[in-house]
C-alpha cells in the first residue's frame, strides 16, 4: 500500500508492506521525502522525529 503527496516545494512518498509471520503480521514502513523546501523544514521533520513518529503509529496499529 502507498500514497504520494506534493506541496510546498516537497514530495513525499509512504510505502507499507504486509508480510504474514507466525503469530501475526511484519508491517514495513518507508517514506521518502525529497524537495528544496526540506532544507527549511529540517528542523521540524528531521529524519529522528519521522522515524519517532512512524514508530509511534506502527504501535498503535499493532494494539489494534
Do not use: I, K, N
Not at 514530495?11 to 507499507?16: C, G, I, K, P, V
Not at 523546501?37 to 522525529?49: E, G, T, V
Not at 513518529?53 to 489494534?64: D, V
Amino acid at each position: 500500500m502507498a500514497w504520494r503527496g506534493r506541496g510546498l516545494g516537497v514530495q513525499s512518498r509512504h510505502e507499507f508492506s504486509f508480510r504474514d509471520q507466525a503469530g501475526g503480521c511484519l508491517v514495513t514502513s518507508r517514506e521518502t521525502l525529497s524537495g528544496w523546501m526540506l532544507l527549511l523544514l529540517r528542523p521540524f521533520y528531521s529524519p529522528h522525529r519521522l522515524a519517532t513518529s512512524a514508530q509511534a503509529w506502527l504501535a498503535e496499529l499493532a494494539a489494534r
